[in-house]
T-cell receptor, first 112, second 113 residues
Framework: DAKTTQPPSMDCAEGRAANLPCNHSTISGNEYVYWYRQIHSQGPQYIIHGLKNNETNEMASLIITEDRKSSTLILPHATLRDTAVYYCIVTNSGAGSYQLTFGKGTKLSVIP | ETGVTQTPRHLVMGMTNKKSLKCEQHLGHNAMYWYKQSAKKPLELMFVYNFKEQTENNSVPSRFSPECPNSSHLFLHLHTLQPEDSALYLC????????????FGEGSWLTVV
C-alpha cells in the first residue's frame, strides 16, 4: 500500500470548515483513498473514500487532486464532536487486499 | 452502534491468567480482524480471517491465539501476557467485495498486571 503523509495536528474553530490534507505521492492507479476518524477511546469510524472524482456524503467531502498525489478531507461545519484523530489511508480495495494500514493521522481539535 | 460488538469492554488480568476477548458482528460480513492499539502508537493489525480461514498473522506472539468459529464470531484467547500487552484491542469486519470499508467495534481495554 502507498504511504501517506498528514500533519500531526490541526485546530479549527467551531462552525468553520475543517480542511485536512493528505499527501500520497506514490499512489498507484488502482488504489483508493480512504478516510477514517477515531474519537478518543472509541474504534475508528469510516468517513468517506474515493478513487479519482471528488466525493461527498452526509459527513464530509473528499477532494482528490487531478494527479491523485494528494487529497483533502473537508468537514463543512466542524462541531466539538468532530474532535478526533483523522486517518488518511491508501489501499487497493480489490480482492486480496485484506487490510488497512493506519498511520499516526492528524489530531483535529475543534475549538469553541 | 456499528454492528460490531466486543466483550468485555474492560479487562484486568494477571500475567498467569487465561482470558478471552469476544467479538460478534451482525453485518453479514465475511472478513474479521483483530487490531491492537497501544498508547501513542498507530493501530497495528494482528490477525485477519476471511470466511473463517486465517489469512494474515502479522508476527503476533503465540500468547495471543485467535479463533474464528464462523464468519460472525471472533475470539482472541490470551495467556501468559506481559504488562506491555496492555492496550486497546479492536475487532473489525468488512465485506469481501470492498475490503477498505471496515466497521470497528468499540474495543476492549486490556490491562495486564
Amino acid at each position: 500500500d502507498a504511504k501517506t503523509t498528514q500533519p500531526p495536528s490541526m485546530d479549527c474553530a467551531e462552525g468553520r470548515a475543517a480542511n485536512l490534507p493528505c499527501n500520497h505521492s506514490t499512489i498507484s492507479g488502482n488504489e483508493y483513498v480512504y478516510w477514517y476518524r477515531q474519537i478518543h477511546s472509541q474504534g475508528p469510524q469510516y468517513i468517506i473514500h474515493g478513487l479519482k472524482n471528488n466525493e461527498t456524503n452526509e459527513m464530509a467531502s473528499l477532494i482528490i487532486t487531478e494527479d491523485r498525489k494528494s487529497s483533502t478531507l473537508i468537514l463543512p461545519h466542524a462541531t466539538l464532536r468532530d474532535t478526533a484523530v483523522y486517518y488518511c489511508i491508501v489501499t487497493n480495495s480489490g480482492a486480496g487486499s485484506y487490510q488497512l494500514t493506519f498511520g499516526k493521522g492528524t489530531k483535529l481539535s475543534v475549538i469553541p | 452502534e456499528t454492528g460490531v460488538t466486543q466483550t468485555p469492554r474492560h479487562l484486568v488480568m494477571g500475567m498467569t491468567n487465561k482470558k478471552s476477548l469476544k467479538c460478534e458482528q451482525h453485518l453479514g460480513h465475511n472478513a474479521m480482524y483483530w487490531y491492537k492499539q497501544s498508547a501513542k502508537k498507530p493501530l497495528e493489525l494482528m490477525f485477519v480471517y476471511n470466511f473463517k480461514e486465517q489469512t494474515e498473522n502479522n508476527s503476533v506472539p503465540s500468547r495471543f491465539s485467535p479463533e474464528c468459529p464462523n464468519s460472525s464470531h471472533l475470539f482472541l484467547h490470551l495467556h501468559t501476557l506481559q504488562p506491555e500487552d496492555s492496550a486497546l484491542y479492536l475487532c473489525a469486519s468488512s465485506l469481501g467485495t470492498e475490503w477498505g470499508l471496515v466497521y470497528f467495534g468499540e474495543g476492549s481495554w486490556l490491562t495486564v498486571v
